[in-house]
């Protein structure tokens, strides 16, 4: 038993509690959670004492391509085409199953030791990444991404297939899966309705790019009578409860009003639409018309950084500056995306996201004592707008403890990044 | 004389310098920037090994009203004018010439700990910040804020004309000043100028707000016939070479030209900007055209963190959003603008913003170590993207040590946080 007590804990589940003790069981599980005094604690209770901390759910990422981190910063400021055919497209196809598992290894090393504790990747070789996964002791909903580029896209679509049979529940009930069609511009009608065939089959959601970029839109309705992408998906049956639709730059009202119809969510993924030069999504508006809303990074080559607290406030800022509207998107909504409500567009609404008896102990404790963080006149704001990962003091999943003071505890991280320092020069000077 | 030997050094003065060694005499200057092995380090020198680093100019912020540390997050999310009505004023109304030396100091604290070194100021009781910057060892450029509201404005010119001529060059030559009329729409006209008359007898710069909101734009054209603010002080004859223009957001082609043309420099302050509602400056368009710009985060109270590596990336993110263009704004312009672009706009172009022999030995060193910075394909892309306060590993000012391993080192910031939370308490609690 693990009892956390004195911080202000944001139980993201009601009102936050200033002072509060939570208490973690031996299975995992979150037993009790109250203001301070209130709740018994055990004798024989391994103490955290958490005054001038914040607790709040572990951050849920909504959507990653981890293994990138291989490719973090590579062909920075080129314009998207530019940067995806003559650098990232060359050095992906160089890659190897070991890259994958190195490069989501280092990727879950800064996440954890950020606070982030959960997070939805899309990539190849995923496998490689279930192990780095497993490794870090972390949460994920992994899905290989299909193309149909490739020659090989029936046994891509076998291999994603097989993949979710073997992952699904694995590391002890940490990793879950989705079937992941890469886009509607990389995948013909017919292997989209394959794809979607095998999830429901499966009873796996989908996991899909829709709406990145103009081009994008343009291109789904040349192709498709004049539908944009939601649209198209839509009227395939492949928006629906369950389905995490990446990025959603591009999309007009009948588009957010589908989106909302579908039941399907949103990753909202403000870092990488801005660094690409994909556009600003439509959040607030999102907001209002009831749609799922989760956060993600994508992957650390589009974004460099995987830090959740930097896409909270990029989220907020672009909303509160596209409407003029200072109130647009306040903090304990962009926490509650990023926690809660990430939590249930990755299907683990009932497994973590909330600080709640009976729900998985995926905490993350912030040391609110750093000059940035002082005075303190608002809690959340001070989350939101000004902490970042290094104040982050202690991150649990499923209880355990898995970054303490800024390293994570069940990662070599400084062998994991000389790793990825000689495989990335492989990668990019062949 | 110290030896700073093997970091990537950005000397913003020519190209970078893979190894590097950079020396700095006794009398705070640099004395000498080069290859490692093709500098030669004078025996006794005491070196500073600095491999997987980077070493580059000390970020100047070009504008701040760092006394409002003291009310950090008050207020967050509340639209702009129940923001400043409602909680600012009333709050600032209550202040006490020793809570601005205590806030400054806390945010001289945040903002050397991260590698900032010098700032532009405006607020009130600018004496106790001078003593603030004065005890912390920063470089800034001062200025007392005038608005006409106040019914003592004939006293509070004189009283900063008065700051001006005691100020200028104080703290060892870190200190220097500017007038500050507040904004068009806070000083008619012929407390403009007065203010301006001061100015040009005591050869100060102005600093001053411009264009910061669409309703500020709107009131200007209303009151001088049809004229926007960067025309209307513009004809007043204050845009000139040494003006810094604050914020700039809501300038179209014409006043682009103005203020290109006046030679005045812009500060981009895009976080406030955004956190306000405010809107997104045209930075692109000022890139192109020719401006002057260096970089801001305006208050603490109005953005929270002092944080110049997300202010960099915000500036990049919003012009690549806005342009559709991952192009815009790459990461090199970024680091200009928040060092030698900046140093320029504050006049101290001469001063401090390059490494290079002579100017003031204004450093920053950057531990490249940290999962998020790792692999690094691009320094200058993981600096702007990725890097954090956390990241700096050693700060200089005038060549003397002021911050290391996240700790200022002449200030004892565990009582000027302790400080500002009582204060802060008095100022929002009365």
């Not at 203001?35 to 909504?62: D, E, Y």
């Not at 209880?399 to 994991?416: F, H, K, Q």
Request: aromatic share 4%.
């Amino acid at each position: 038993m693990i009892a956390i007590e004195g911080a202000y804990v944001l139980t993201m589940d009601g009102p936050d509690i200033a002072a509060g003790t939570v208490l973690v069981g031996d299975d995992g599980a979150i037993a009790a959670v109250g203001a301070q005094g209130a709740v018994a604690v055990p004798p024989g209770a391994t103490t955290v004492r958490a005054a001038g901390h914040a607790l709040l759910p572990g951050l849920v990422n909504c959507h990653n391509h981890a293994g990138m981190a291989l490719l973090r910063g590579y062909g920075a400021d080129l314009p998207l085409r530019r940067w995806l055919e003559d650098r990232i497209f060359p050095a992906e196809a160089r890659l190897r199953s070991d890259d994958v598992y190195w490069g989501t290894l280092a990727a879950a090393a800064e996440m954890l030791r950020g606070g982030t504790t959960c997070f939805a990747d899309m990539y190849f070789f995923e496998d490689e990444a279930a192990r780095a996964v497993d490794d870090a002791g972390m949460r994920a909903v992994l899905s290989r991404g299909l193309v149909v580029l490739d020659p090989a896209a029936a046994a891509k679509l076998a291999e994603a297939e097989d993949f979710c049979r073997r992952h699904q529940g694995a590391a002890g009930g940490r990793i879950t899966t989705m079937m992941a069609p890469h886009a509607e511009y990389t995948c013909p009608e017919p292997y989209l309705l394959e794809i979607d065939a095998v999830a429901r089959r499966l009873g796996r959601p989908l996991h899909v790019h829709v709406a990145e970029t103009a081009a994008e839109v343009q291109g789904s309705r040349d192709r498709h009578e004049g539908r944009s992408p939601v649209r198209y998906l839509h009227d395939l049956g492949l928006l629906r409860p369950g389905t995490l639709a990446a990025h959603c730059v591009h999309v007009d009202a009948d588009d957010i009003a589908l989106l909302v119809a579908s039941g399907a969510a949103v990753s909202h993924n403000p870092a990488s639409n801005c660094k690409l030069g994909s556009g600003v999504a439509p959040a607030a508006r999102l907001l209002t018309a009831g749609a799922h809303v989760g956060l993600g990074t994508d992957g650390p080559a589009s974004t460099d950084s995987l830090s959740m607290w930097e896409t909270m406030r990029l989220a907020g800022w672009l909303a509160k500056a596209a409407g003029q509207d200072a109130a647009a998107l306040p903090a304990r909504t962009l926490l509650r995306w990023a926690t809660r409500d990430g939590a249930d567009a990755l299907g683990l609404g009932g497994v973590c996201g909330r600080i709640a008896p009976g729900l998985r102990a995926d905490l993350c404790l912030v040391d609110l004592r750093a000059p940035h963080l002082q005075p303190c006149a608002d809690v959340p704001a001070a989350l939101v707008y000004a902490a970042t990962a290094d104040d982050v003091a202690k991150v649990w999943v499923d209880g355990v403890p898995v970054a303490e003071g800024g390293a994570p505890s069940r990662i070599d991280t400084g062998r994991a990044l000389a790793e990825c320092a000689v495989r990335m020069r492989r990668l990019i000077e062949p």
